[in-house]
């Protein structure tokens, strides 16, 4: 699955796009334990999702950045069978 981050310029809209595109449920908020959580119990959690156009969020959201670079490294060492991929293109 690929998720473009197009126009994503702060943590809550992120969140918000995960929560939409990855099929989280209702009670996922916007932080980065839920996201885990979910990225850790939800079945229908793709295996692998692309990040396309992340940069202006990079930018405008530099620790969240940082945060999600993290959590995608930790679940790449967790969860072998899936993936998140930041995409250069």
């Not at 530099?62 to 679940?75: E, S, W």
């Amino acid at each position: 699955m690929t998720l473009d981050l197009t126009g994503i310029a702060s943590k809550q809209a992120l969140h918000e796009l995960f929560k939409a595109q990855l099929g989280f449920p209702e009670w996922y908020g916007p932080s980065w334990d839920a996201f885990w959580d979910c990225l850790l119990s939800v079945e229908e959690v793709p295996k692998e999702i692309v990040l396309v156009n992340w940069q202006e969020f990079a930018q405008t959201c530099p620790k969240d950045m940082a945060i999600l670079r993290q959590v995608i490294q930790d679940f790449d060492a967790y969860q072998s069978s899936k993936r998140i991929i930041l995409s250069e293109t």
